[in-house]
């Protein structure tokens, strides 16, 4: 194989393995409108509507270390293969849960979806990571992760005209009849299967190419032979990496607190704001996911002259400021301040993740499913921004929960960045051009 060729095959399996990104982020993103939608329906607290993130990365916690242990038996696209069946599974079974108007059957289809996620997750963060040039990791990772800021951003303007089709307000069907109100429940729970039985035609076919896509073999350091060991030798081995402890800490307030802001923007933005569903969700998309996708770009860019853990840290304190103005403000400063937020999580996931397993070598398959599984952060946190929420009569008052966690990951930053400094110390400039 010529070296041109070679190099074709990285870009197209680099090209493959980015719509995967793009795909989970854009599912994940339909949730913010999953919830004031499955809110009416059911006439949930904002606690209870929670649950539709627990159902959601309880799954990552269940299937962090089982998809870890798919890859290094299996290998990387098998497993990948494994991730986007269970991934159609889930959406294919939206048509039945809006059936049947049960709530628990929609918590069960989306914990099999973000099932198939994880095994993905856990197998394609990796995987870029090691497809190519150690030194670029970073580099690489944050920009595959910047078409599942793209995602952020379609997501829920398509999201809100797909599903949020029913105007009817929740005062409007206390009024109604029974059997008015059950109609029109009936209708909305409707709304949801068009846009999931899309999402599982377009998984089908990424799956089918896949099938027949021969990825490239990336270097991994020591051989599959190594790790022989049981699993929970393994958990021990990476975990004695104190990185991989940082980073496993840091990824569940991260994604704890990506979820609060993104998952409760539409309600919040109803009440702090005082706009509608439907112009929340463009502010969601066009906004929120605007500055999310211009962060990451930004970010992979700004990584060629700034180490990527001193960008997290002015990130995060960026996003601690944010929080603050959030609890507080109101009408445009209000959203002004959450789109801010977005843009500076923008490179937290990848820069965590990637930071976390740098340097793992044998112990980077359970590193990153480590890691992955502490994404069950967006399990635990909402529950607390909810509780917040509903214990202050407040939504803005929930914004605590988030300010918490992006303290945590200025820590993890700050750590991080201590430990670098007296490897890097006696070649400072070569610091900032090998990131």
Not at 46 to 58: H, K, P
Not at 154 to 160: D, S
Not at 202 to 225: G, N
Request: hydrophobic share 55%.
């Amino acid at each position: 194989m010529t070296e041109q060729t070679t190099r074709q095959t990285y870009k197209f399996a680099f090209v493959m393995i980015t719509s995967l990104f793009f795909m989970w982020g854009f599912v994940h993103n339909l949730d913010p409108i999953l919830i004031p939608h499955l809110r009416k329906s059911f006439s949930l607290t904002v606690l209870q509507a929670a649950l539709v993130d627990s159902a959601v990365f309880i799954a990552y916690f269940v299937m962090a270390l089982p998809a870890g242990l798919l890859i290094r038996k299996a290998g990387y696209k098998n497993a990948m293969l494994c991730g986007l069946a269970l991934f159609a599974v889930g959406a294919l079974l939206f048509i039945p849960a809006a059936d049947t108007q049960r709530y628990v059957y929609f918590l069960g289809a989306l914990f099999i979806i973000a099932c198939g996620l994880t095994v993905l997750e856990t197998a394609a963060n990796p995987y870029i990571t090691l497809l190519g040039r150690p030194e670029h990791a970073t580099r690489r990772l944050n920009l595959a992760q910047s078409f599942n800021g793209l995602a952020a951003t379609l997501a829920p303007i398509a999201g809100a005209r797909l599903i949020l089709v029913d105007g009817t307000t929740e005062a409007q069907l206390q009024s109604m009849s029974e059997n008015a109100r059950q109609a029109v429940l009936a209708a909305e729970a409707a709304s949801v299967k068009g846009p999931y039985l899309a999402i599982a035609l377009v998984i089908m076919a990424i799956a089918l190419v896949f099938y027949f896509l021969k990825l490239p073999a990336v270097s991994e350091s020591p051989s599959r032979a190594a790790h022989a060991a049981a699993a929970a030798g393994a958990i021990q081995r990476a975990l004695q990496r104190a990185p991989i402890r940082r980073a496993v800490v840091a990824q569940f307030f991260y994604v704890g607190a990506q979820v609060c802001v993104f998952s409760f923007f539409i309600l919040y933005a109803s009440r702090a704001a005082g706009v509608s569903q439907i112009a929340a969700a463009d502010y969601l998309g066009w906004g929120c996911g605007s500055a999310f996708v211009t962060g990451r770009f930004a970010g992979t860019w700004l990584m060629k002259y700034i180490v990527p853990a001193r960008l997290l840290l002015a990130y995060a304190l960026g996003s601690v400021a944010l929080c603050a103005v959030a609890m507080f403000a109101s009408g445009f400063a209000s959203l002004a301040a959450v789109i801010g937020i977005a843009f500076f999580m923008s490179i937290m996931f990848p820069t965590i993740f990637s930071l976390g397993i740098s340097g793992a070598g044998g112990d980077t398959e359970m590193g990153s499913s480590l890691i992955i599984m502490s994404i069950v952060g967006g399990a635990v946190l909402p529950l607390l921004f909810g509780a917040i929420s509903d214990a202050t009569h407040n939504l803005q008052y929930g914004y605590a929960a988030p300010l918490l966690c992006f303290l945590v990951i200025a820590w993890f930053a700050r750590a991080t960045l201590k430990e670098a400094l007296p490897a890097a110390a006696p070649h400072p400039q070569g610091a900032l051009n090998h990131v």
